[in-house]
């Protein structure tokens, strides 16, 4: 059995989630991508992953409700949920704040612009 630990890394926007899924590949974790929350559903009951990159804002399903379908239920409460966010920039426009994301149970935040190596680190520290 491989120790390589399995990262899903869930964002709309497709070459984010590819920058990033090169990023962590290189750093010999294995990948998977989905690019909204429906879809990481789908891909987490296949096959469940160490860790969940999750972008906060998505279409069809959002990474806060994600987040709290999978700290609620007792099969996947322990995965690491890491959530993508650019909302430090766009405080004013929106309704999600970090605030929010921490009473939300997510393990940890990013926030976008990402800086991969920055990534890396978050990603280990939350494996570890």
């Given amino acids: 059995m491989s120790d390589k ?28 991508k989905a690019y909204d929350g429906v879809e990481a ?3 987490i009951k296949e096959k469940q992953p160490d860790l969940v990159l999750l972008d906060v804002m998505m279409p069809k399903k959002n990474g806060y409700d ?9 099969q996947y409460k322990d995965i690491v949920v890491v959530l993508l ?7 004013t426009s929106t309704n ?14 990013i926030p976008k612009p990402i800086d991969l190596d920055k990534l890396v680190e978050i990603v280990r520290e939350n494996l570890e």
Avoid: R
Avoid at 6 to 31: A, C, G, T
């Fill in 5 to 32: 630990k399995f990262i899903l890394v869930v964002d709309d926007d497709p070459d984010l989630v590819e920058s990033v899924s090169l990023k962590l590949e290189s750093e010999n974790f294995v990948v998977e």
């Fill in 41 to 43: 559903l789908e891909k």
């Fill in 66 to 74: 994600l987040c709290d379908e999978l700290k609620t239920d007792d």
């Fill in 85 to 91: 966010t650019a909302v430090g920039d766009a405080v």
């Fill in 96 to 109: 999600y704040t970090h605030i929010d994301g921490k009473t939300n149970m997510a393990d940890d935040f």
